[in-house]
């Protein structure tokens, strides 16, 4: 699969599996298990989704050799400082049943980010994690980390999809050289993303589906995707995006459904940084 050199040279496969919403122990495994077979090699996971085990067990039970993964994780808002990374992150690679992490973000951007992204600082010098990253932060914020610290972020992992496309956003992160990610490409089926009458047409162009048409879209841009199903055949739709190119008028018209804003929620909305302060892991 292709790969995406990050900004410290470490190479990221340019699709991954998300794991959000599953917490289902025995679905989480399963999910990993059947996503590896598969095919995919790169699983997005985090402290706040409460599968971590599940996909370590499903890491492990696969048999690949651990240099052939990419496995992220991300701290958690209440452990965003520099003691809670150093102790959540050891959780995490219990959990994980793991050495190293490859990628280890910032959840969200609230906290003592600059207290946390120190403690990251110091596990990338020790060779515990292969990179490090944000998600969810705006572009000041995440100029503001990089210019005040020794590591500049490698990805901000953000929502991007055809309703949020945020190309100015991911033109500022290109500026410092900070690898966009997308979560949610397929605005998790809001909107009828699915039944999109011009996604829908280009796919049929090509003989593929929407899913298709928004990954390809993506990965065209040199974004990461990550994308999440338990259903094995939508799995193996997912990866199947190498053989065809979309082309200039096909982006025109997906550029033409931006609609500019969010399809969850505004990271900027006190109500919902006062909800993620008050959510306290129970693992
Ligand atoms: P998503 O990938 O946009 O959408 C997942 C939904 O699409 C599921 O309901 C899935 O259903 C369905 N689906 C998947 N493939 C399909 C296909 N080929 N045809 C029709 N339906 C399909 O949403 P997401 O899970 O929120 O985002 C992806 C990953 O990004 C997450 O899993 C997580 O790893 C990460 N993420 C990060 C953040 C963050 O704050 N950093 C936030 C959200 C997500 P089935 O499972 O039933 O197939």
């Known amino acids: 699969m292709k ?29 990993v298990l059947a996503a590896l077979q598969a ?13 971590e085990e599940a996909v370590g067990r499903g890491l492990a039970k696969s048999g690949i050799p651990r240099e052939e993964l990419f496995v992220t994780t991300k701290i958690w808002v209440e452990n965003v400082s520099y003691e809670g990374v150093k ?28 207290g946390a992204w120190r403690a990251m600082e110091e596990l990338l010098a020790e060779n ?15 100029v503001d980390l990089a210019e005040f610290n020794e590591v500049t972020p490698q990805i901000n992992q953000l929502e991007i999809n ?17 690898l966009p990610e997308a979560w949610a490409p397929f605005a998790e089926g ?3 993303i699915f039944k999109n009458e011009v996604l829908v047409g280009i796919g049929q162009k090509y003989h593929k589906s929407v899913a298709q048409v928004i990954i390809r879209w993506l990965i ?31 982006k025109q018209a ?6 500019g804003e969010s399809q969850f929620f505004s990271h900027a909305d006190p109500a919902m940084i006062k909800w993620m302060a008050s959510r306290k892991l129970d693992i």
């Open 3 to 31: 790969a995406i050199k990050m900004n410290n040279g470490v190479e990221i496969p340019v699709l991954g599996f998300g794991t959000y919403q599953i917490t289902d122990f025995q679905e989480a495994e399963a999910a």
């Open 128 to 142: 515990k994690v292969r990179s490090i990253g944000i998600s969810n932060f705006a572009v000041d914020r995440a």
């Open 190 to 192: 809001k909107n009828d």
């Open 87 to 114: 102790t959540s992150f050891q959780q995490s690679l219990d959990r994980l049943k793991l050495e190293y992490i490859d990628l280890l973000l910032l959840h969200q951007p609230y906290n003592d980010v600059y």
């Open 39 to 51: 095919g995919y090699r790169h699983i997005d996971t985090a402290q706040s989704y409460m599968n």
């Open 162 to 178: 055809p309703f949020h496309q945020q190309t100015r956003n991911i033109q500022a992160l290109r500026e410092e050289n900070i």
């Open 254 to 259: 997906i550029a033409a459904l931006d609609a």
């Open 220 to 250: 065209e841009q040199d974004i990461v995707v990550l994308a999440k199903s338990v259903k094995p055949e939508r799995m193996a739709e997912n990866l199947d995006v190498f053989d065809f190119s979309l082309t200039d008028e096909d």
